[in-house]
């Protein structure tokens, strides 16, 4: 028998018992379902935060500062050494960070890999305010690589004169601008306190309303004209060492592979460094969320398992019930790899019609209930599509439960395909 | 003188073991020549469907060689089994054994879907050798809607499909009224005499086998003379 006449005859026969044939594909499809849903799930989540991260920060930079020495309590307190800096620290008693100056920009630049360095300034401004109206207090960081989703308007200028900055769209409303594409254009006042206590106020023009985001802190982006505006206001009066003496730089490096960034930090960790990519900081939460994944994947795939003796089940009876059949089919030279071939092939379709059902179903329910999450109580965080379904994954969601389906297929393919054709004829 | 085109030498079959044991064939040896018309004629239980079996290579004997145009059974390949059970022979079972669901020209071209011949040509043959048996206006009926006789031919038809050399029939009017018996009986006389089909039927009516160009008795699972069995 050819292939093609086998599949034919497979999918026939799958529809013969039609009420048996559909309990099984139900009970298939709801092994399909939750697989299809918590795969989605993996994928919209990912997905998020893969664009969240990349609003955060760039994936080609590493934040670097000095490895710690008071780590070890036991070893008790530090000699004082004049060549070392110490920038007081928010962490617990007693530790200590070290200051990078311009000597370690030049080491950390000579690293093989490493293209560039910018020191990190941290830059504390008083307020913002527009209009004259109601001052708010804000914090700011440099670009440095991040793609803030923008909810209206542009990306920044990093290269003009024009001092520029990104506006997280929590502060529209109460700064009281309009809306968010009325206040692209608008020049807002930045108010920075120098060393000697004396505030400057800095104009800045808005360029784009970032999204609500997960991972930013709410702070506003801005370019590289502001940030060297506030610097400077902000260094006036304070003693020259003090503005070349940084927590921490970012090094950024060419797209690279895995083992290469893991050189850049053995190169860095080897000259003192701690260097930290993106990934590094955010990789804790990636994992958690696999995990839950993974086990929300587990009990889908338990529940494929019960069906898989669904499977086996519907197929023994019908090789009971087709028993004369399979025993005429034999007698008129039919080869046991064709009955075999037969049965196992009517166990992958009845796998594929529930699988490709659950998916659809899964697809269809899932993407209906994630927009009406997204519009109703996820949505502050904008972007967010809590299940997204990928082709790929949705392609080995069927393609896992047909192999389910195939394998449960074989004990029943079997028994038909080892049946003698006269005991087969002979039963009644 | 070519061989024949079956040759069966001291074949034995036991059904069961221990206290169950039966032994339905007790040595049986018999030769059928290429276009001969055999009957194998005995009362029910006696080993005629179990010889039939065994000559058409569907089930194995205990003992004792089966040669297929001298060839020995037991060296045939399962392939090879296969390829003669699909195309040299035909059978006609005690039982319809047809698929009620499916239309009678599905249930007359399964031999050739089996043996892998394309669907235009499967048609094609499959209507004509319903034209031969005068049942080309039945095609597309469901198989089960059709009378016994009916059946019968849609049966015979599906024996015929793939052009056997040997047309095997087991009690093949045993189903059916005395009048659809002839009918049935003629066609496969007509077979055999004019399309040189060699026809191997097994029935219990000696009215059935008179016409046959030679009878073989069995009883209780061995062969015995004429005579015997007239006086019986
Ligand atoms: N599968 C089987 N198991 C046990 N006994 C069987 C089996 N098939 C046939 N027999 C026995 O073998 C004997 C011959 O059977 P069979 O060849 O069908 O006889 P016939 O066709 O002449 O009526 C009978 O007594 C029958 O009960
Ligand atoms: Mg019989």
């Keep these: ?85 110490v920038l007081a620290s928010g962490g617990r008693p007693g530790s200590t960070q070290q200051a990078l100056g311009q000597a370690d920009l030049n080491t950390i630049g000579a690293i093989p890999g490493i293209t560039g360095v910018t020191p990190v300034t941290r830059l504390s401004p008083d307020y913002i305010q527009w209009n004259s109206l109601e001052k708010y ?25 024009q001092p520029q900055l990104i506006l997280p769209a929590s502060y529209v409303a ?71 003496a940084w927590a921490e730089v970012t090094a950024t490096f060419a ?16 000259a003192g460094y701690t260097a930290q990519t993106l990934d590094d900081r955010i990789g804790t939460v990636k994992t958690v969320i696999n995990g839950i994944i993974g086990v929300l994947d587990a009990f889908a795939i338990i529940a494929l398992i019960a069906a898989g003796f669904g499977i086996v089940n519907t197929l023994l009876m019908s090789v ?65 599509h809590i299940l997204a379904f990928a082709p790929g994954p949705v392609a080995g969601v069927i393609l896992l439960v047909m192999a389910i389906a195939f394998i449960a297929g074989t004990l029943p393919a079997w028994r038909a395909a080892r049946q003698n054709p006269i005991d087969s004829l002979r039963y009644e | ?87 040299m022979f035909g059978f006609v079972f005690q039982q319809f054994f047809l698929n009620t669901a499916s239309s009678v020209l599905e249930n007359v071209v399964l031999p050739l879907k089996i043996a892998g011949v394309g669907t235009r040509e499967r048609r094609a043959r499959g209507m004509a050798v319903l034209e031969q048996l005068e049942l080309a206006d039945k095609a597309r009926n469901k198989a089960g809607n059709l009378s016994g006789g009916q059946k019968q031919r849609v049966v015979i038809a599906r024996a015929l499909v793939n052009t056997p050399q040997v047309l095997f029939a087991d009690e093949p009017t045993g189903n059916l009224d005395t009048a659809t018996g002839r009918i049935v009986e003629d066609i496969l006389f007509d077979l055999n005499s004019n399309h040189g089909i060699t026809l191997i039927t097994v029935t219990h009516d000696h009215d059935l086998a008179a016409p046959f160009n030679r009878r073989l008795y069995i009883r209780d699972g061995v062969l015995i003379t004429t005579d015997e069995e007239h006086a019986a």
């Design chain 1, 1 to 85: 028998m050819k292939p093609l006449e086998i599949l034919k005859t497979a999918i026939t026969n799958s529809f013969r018992s039609k009420l048996r044939t559909s309990l099984t594909i139900m009970a298939i499809f709801v092994g399909a379902f939750t697989l299809t849903i918590t795969n989605g799930l993996g994928t919209g989540i990912s997905n998020y935060i893969d664009s969240q991260i990349a609003a955060v920060g760039s994936s080609n930079t590493f934040t670097v500062n000095k490895t710690g020495t008071s780590g070890n309590p036991g070893s008790g307190p530090k000699k004082y050494d004049a060549s070392t800096r």
């Design chain 1, 137 to 161: 207090q804000l914090s700011v960081s440099p670009l440095a690589g991040a793609q803030p989703q923008l909810a209206a308007g542009s990306a920044l200028d990093d290269s003009g004169t």
């Design chain 1, 174 to 244: 109460p700064l009281g601008l309009p809306d968010n594409n009325e206040a692209i254009g608008q020049d807002v006042t930045i108010g920075i306190t120098d060393a000697t206590g004396t505030v400057h106020p800095i104009t800045a023009r808005i360029t784009g309303i970032e999204q609500s985001a997960l991972l930013g802190g709410g702070g506003a982006f801005i370019n590289k004209s502001l940030s060297t505006a506030l610097a400077d206001a902000q260094g006036t009066g304070a003693p020259a060492a003090a503005n070349t």
């Design chain 1, 255 to 270: 797209p690279s592979s895995a083992s290469q960034v893991g050189d850049m930090k053995a190169g860095l960790a080897a």
């Design chain 1, 320 to 384: 009971q019930e087709r028993t004369r059949e399979i025993g005429l089919m034999k007698a008129m030279g039919m080869g046991s790899g064709s009955v075999f071939g037969l049965f196992s092939t009517e166990a992958a379709f009845i796998g594929l019609l529930g699988s490709a059902i659950g998916s659809a179903a899964a697809i269809g329910l899932g993407t209906a209930v994630s927009g009406a999450l997204a519009r109703g109580p996820l949505s502050d965080l904008a972007g967010l």
């Design chain 2, 1 to 87: 003188m070519s061989a024949p085109i079956l040759a069966a030498c001291d074949l034995t079959k036991t059904y069961g073991r221990g206290p169950d044991r039966f032994d339905a064939l007790k040595g049986v040896s018999l030769e059928i020549d290429r276009g001969d018309s055999v009957a194998i004629v005995g009362k029910s239980g006696s080993g005629k469907s179990t010889l039939m079996h065994l000559l058409a290579l569907l089930d194995t004997p205990g003992g004792g060689q089966i040669h297929v145009d001298g060839t020995d059974a037991k060296t045939l390949s399962g392939r090879n089994l296969n390829a003669l059970r699909n195309s």
